[in-house]
Nanobody, 119 residues
Framework: QVQLVESGGGLVHTGGSLRLSCATS????????MAWYRQAPGKERELVAT???????NYADSVKGRFTISRENVQNTVFLQMNSLKPEDTAVYLC?????????????WGKGIQVTVSS
């Protein structure tokens, strides 16, 4: 069973920075993509950034130029560097991994971590 655990969230002032990490555990044969989503109160979950096995990245327009997604392949960890944070970035951030395990292809989620940006 694959498990994802996010860390690095917290409270920061407008303009500040945070670095989120998502550690994976379990037997993973290969990872297709890793991503960060976020969900603010009363809003739908939205895709923040993705990174493919080949390293191709994609970002939501609202975070382009401020956030950077990266991955460490040996330990299958994904990071999200968040700079120039704004109050509208406040949300629960969730890690997502699409990978192949002994059970076949799977889509896995972390429990999420709170990021709060004060004005």
């Amino acid at each position: 069973q694959v498990q994802l655990v996010e860390s690095g969230g917290g409270l920061v002032h407008t303009g500040g920075s945070l670095r989120l990490s998502c550690a994976t555990s379990g037997i993973i044969f290969s990872i297709n993509s890793m991503a960060w989503y976020r969900q603010a109160p009363g809003k739908e979950r939205e895709l923040v950034a993705t990174i493919t096995r080949g390293g191709t990245t994609n970002y939501a327009d609202s975070v382009k130029g401020r956030f950077t997604i990266s991955r460490e392949n040996v330990q299958n960890t994904v990071f999200l560097q968040m700079n120039s944070l704004k109050p509208e970035d406040t949300a629960v951030y969730l890690c997502n991994v699409v990978c192949r395990t002994m059970r076949g292809a799977g889509n896995y989620w972390g429990k999420g971590i709170q990021v709060t940006v004060s004005s």
